[in-house]
């Protein structure tokens, strides 16, 4: 709900257990992706449902404890794409082979 209220840009990570119901910094991955939150719509159940539009990729560099959250400082690592376009091409239709495959 805060980050509605500021510049809605939040970092998004996986949990390395995804069961573990309150994460810690340990519990996490370092890599993840800077998203943009879209929209953001509370359930009748409590629940939250957030649509994120994702963008760079990020690395966690510090987690920080807040009251209700984690917030993080975080770098942003040099990409790398590949030695050639047939290489980069190449990758693209594994990934999105193995993307199909796994939906």
């Known amino acids: 709900e805060e980050v509605m209220n500021d510049d809605k840009q939040i970092m998004l990570v996986a949990q ?3 069961g573990e119901e309150n994460p810690t910094p340990d519990d996490l991955y370092e890599m ?3 998203g943009t939150v879209l929209q953001l719509l509370k ?5 939250i449902k957030v649509l994120v539009e994702g963008g760079a990729r990020a690395k966690v560099s ?3 404890d807040s009251d209700d959250y984690l917030e993080a400082d975080i770098t942003f690592p040099e990409e790398n794409y590949g030695e050639s376009e047939a290489e ?3 990758l693209g239709r594994t990934t999105l082979g193995q993307f199909e495959d796994y939906i």
């Open 32 to 34: 993840g992706t800077i």
């Open 62 to 64: 510090a987690f920080h």
């Open 16 to 18: 390395k257990e995804a």
């Open 43 to 47: 359930l009748p159940d409590g629940a």
């Open 88 to 90: 980069t091409s190449a």
